[in-house]
Structures are given as C-alpha cells and as structure tokens.
C-alpha cells in the first residue's frame, strides 16, 4: 500500500551511461515532480508534471528527461551521466483539488556515478 | 522568486529541553508552508503544514509551528524533545506548478 514508490532505490553506474529511474504512485493525484538532493542534502525542484505540462527548472541539464506514461508514472532518464550527477532523487506528487499544495514524497534513489 | 532561509546549519539540545528552529521565507501572496523531517538514510516525513486559518498549526510528533507574517516567518517548536528527534529538518515554501522551495535543512543533534 505504498503512496509515492521508486525504482531502484540504489543506482551504481559508470560515467557516459543511460540510466532510468522509476516512479509510481497509487494515490490518484495529478501532479507529479523530481528533485534532487545533493550531497550538502540540499533539495531543489527539477521537473513538476501535471496534465502532459512539464514544467523544467531551468537549470536542470538537458541530459536529464521526464516521462510520463499515464498520470501515475513519472519516470526520470538521464543520458551521458556525469560525476556531478550523483545524488538523491526524490520523486513526489500532489492533487491541485486538496488546494493546500501538500506532496508526498517517494524514498528517494541514490545514485552513484564513478 | 521565492526562497526559505533557515540561518541555523546546525543546533545541539539536550534530550528534554524545548526546541525552536527558525525559518524564514520569500514569497510573493499567501505562502503555503512546509516542514519536513529527514532521519539518515531516509525520505521526507512531513511534520505539518499552513495555507490558511489559524497560524498555530500542531503537527506529529509533538512539533507545532507558527506563521508570523509580518515577520515573514514559520518557526518549528517542540516543547521538550527525544533523542529519536535528531534528523535533518526542511522548511519549505510553494507548490503547485512550480514545486516546492526547500531551505538549507537544520541538522538537529540530540544530547543525552
């Protein structure tokens, strides 16, 4: 009965790699987002998703692309890792009717790029 | 632009004493406001949040906050805290299309 799922939680690749992580959430909202974590823990806004409207934070590198299958998925693919890529992603959604704009938050993915 | 300054990277209470963790935040009309805890390891555990009505919002675990808007403020208090309260804790700012505006995170350290 998990809300705001992530696959996989750990991600160990080598620089120059493709790599995919997942999100899933079964808790019917409509708007979902990625930040990421940095290694001072600070977060920041990536992408948020709601209705096939991507917003992007414009200093998210053009390597990192959102994709949305259906309202529940929102899945994150970065071409051409780099070392500076590595970090926590945090998947999260909302739903604009709640009107208090609070978002639940997935468990987050490490990625290691060495 | 919206923004969360949290001026305190770290605090140390003793196991007991009464916390308060401060925040401070820019935005532009009504803020809609966040605290969130993160233990090592782990995700983000909202604590409570404010949008509107009474600016005293208790949250879980014991925690409350308060919106102070003249002051552009919503402080974090715990009354007397446990060892199983250190963690990283976030304040944040907005929603909606944009996303939410974290702060810097407070470090909370817990002494016996």
């Known amino acids: 009965d998990t809300a705001v799922s992530q696959t996989p939680k750990y991600l160990v690749t080598q620089m120059g790699n493709d790599k995919s992580i997942k999100c899933e959430q079964n808790?019917?909202?409509?708007?979902m987002y990625w930040y990421k974590q940095d290694s001072k823990k600070f977060l920041k806004i990536m992408f948020s998703?709601?209705?096939?409207?991507?917003?992007i934070n414009e200093t998210v590198p053009n390597r990192f692309s959102p994709k949305s299958p259906d309202k529940a998925h929102l899945n994150l693919h970065i071409n051409s890792l780099e070392l500076g890529d590595s970090a926590v992603y945090f998947c999260?959604?909302?739903?604009?009717?709640?009107?208090?704009?609070?978002?639940?938050f997935g468990p987050g993915t490490r990625l290691t790029v060495l | 632009a919206q923004s969360v300054t949290q001026p305190d990277i770290h605090i140390t209470v003793s196991e007991g004493a009464s916390l308060e963790l401060r925040c401070n935040y820019s935005?532009?009309?009504?803020?809609?406001l966040f605290w969130y805890v993160q233990s090592p390891g782990q995700g983000l555990q909202l604590l409570l949040k404010?949008?509107?009505?009474?600016?005293l919002v208790q949250g879980i675990k014991g925690f409350e906050a308060e919106f102070k808007r003249s002051q552009s403020s919503f402080n974090l208090r715990k009354p007397s805290v446990h060892w199983s309260d250190a963690a990283e804790y976030f304040c944040?700012?907005?929603?909606?299309?944009?996303?939410?505006?974290f702060g810097k995170g407070t470090h909370l350290i817990i002494q016996p």
């Open positions: 808790l019917g909202h409509d708007t």
């Open positions: 404010y949008f509107s009505g009474d600016t």
């Open positions: 935005y532009g009309a009504t803020p809609y």
């Open positions: 944040a700012v907005g929603g909606g299309a944009d996303g939410l505006t």
């Open positions: 999260a959604s909302t739903t604009r009717l709640a009107g208090d704009n609070e978002q639940f």
């Open positions: 998703y709601n209705n096939k409207e991507l917003i």
